[in-house]
T-cell receptor
Framework: AQSVTQLDSQVPVFEEAPVELRCNYS??????LFWYVQYPNQGLQLLLK??????LVKGINGFEAEFNKSQTSFHLRKPSVHISDTAEYFC???????????FGTGTRLQVFP | DVKVTQSSRYLVKRTGEKVFLECVQD?????MFWYRQDPGLGLRLIYF???????EKGDIPEGYSVSREKKERFSLILESASTNQTSMYLC???????????????FGDGTRLSIL
């Protein structure tokens, strides 16, 4: 069965530093991968998605993620974070032909001045 | 832009009450979903629907039911609310038919429900 693991529940970082949020998944078939962001007191907003093609995917707000099939990973990166990036980030996976998304438990990114 | 609107941001109810959470989307999406979000557990799927009057159980349907009488509206019902149903509830919608899992979901802002 498919599952998603976000190893880091919290990631503290200083403003303008680079950040990587890790996501690993397990599945025996091809998958679609998503990253969502949740700002305080809001719903989830799509950051980026991998469906097929280039393994490096660029999203909104300067984020990007790389799909690594051999390591079953889809890590999210940003070269220089801003205070406004403070939020919770969710990785999600969907198997091709499946009915639903499976979400990870989330990573809280806290950016300090 | 897709707009998913949940009728209440905050709701306080008593144990044993029947509770209705309403969700409306304005983009003619076929699919609608109800999740609950709890710290350390991420989002867990309660129910989803691919069409009017159609519903499917998610991972944690116990204690909940749903109704989809119109395409744009998906209601979550707590038949007899209990304290362990205190949570954040998120509604989402997406375009596409059954098994078209490459479509992103669009979320409402959530309803924070407290059962006392």
């Amino acid at each position: 069965a498919q599952s998603v693991t976000q190893l880091d529940s919290q990631v503290p970082v200083f403003e303008e530093a680079p950040v990587e949020l890790r996501c690993n998944y397990s599945s025996s078939v091809s998958v679609y991968l998503f990253w969502y962001v949740q700002y305080p007191n809001q719903g989830l907003q799509l950051l980026l998605k991998y469906l097929s093609g280039s393994t490096l995917v660029k999203g909104i707000n300067g984020f990007e993620a790389e799909f690594n099939k051999s390591q079953t990973s889809f890590h999210l990166r940003k070269p220089s974070v801003h205070i406004s990036d403070t939020a919770e980030y969710f990785c999600a996976v969907s198997e091709m032909g499946a009915d639903k998304l499976i979400f990870g438990t989330g990573t809280r990114l806290q950016v300090f001045p | 832009d897709v707009k998913v609107t949940q009728s209440s941001r905050y709701l306080v109810k008593r144990t044993g009450e029947k509770v209705f959470l309403e969700c409306v989307q304005d983009m003619d999406h076929e699919n609608m979903f109800w999740y609950r979000q709890d710290p350390g557990l991420g989002l867990r799927l309660i129910y989803f629907s691919y069409d009017v009057k159609m519903k499917e159980k998610g991972d944690i349907p116990e204690g909940y039911s749903v109704s989809r009488e119109k395409k744009e509206r998906f209601s979550l019902i707590l038949e007899s609310a209990s304290t362990n149903q205190t949570s954040m509830y998120l509604c989402a919608s997406s375009f596409g038919s059954i098994g078209q899992s490459n479509q992103p979901q669009h979320f409402g802002d959530g309803t924070r429900l407290s059962i006392l």
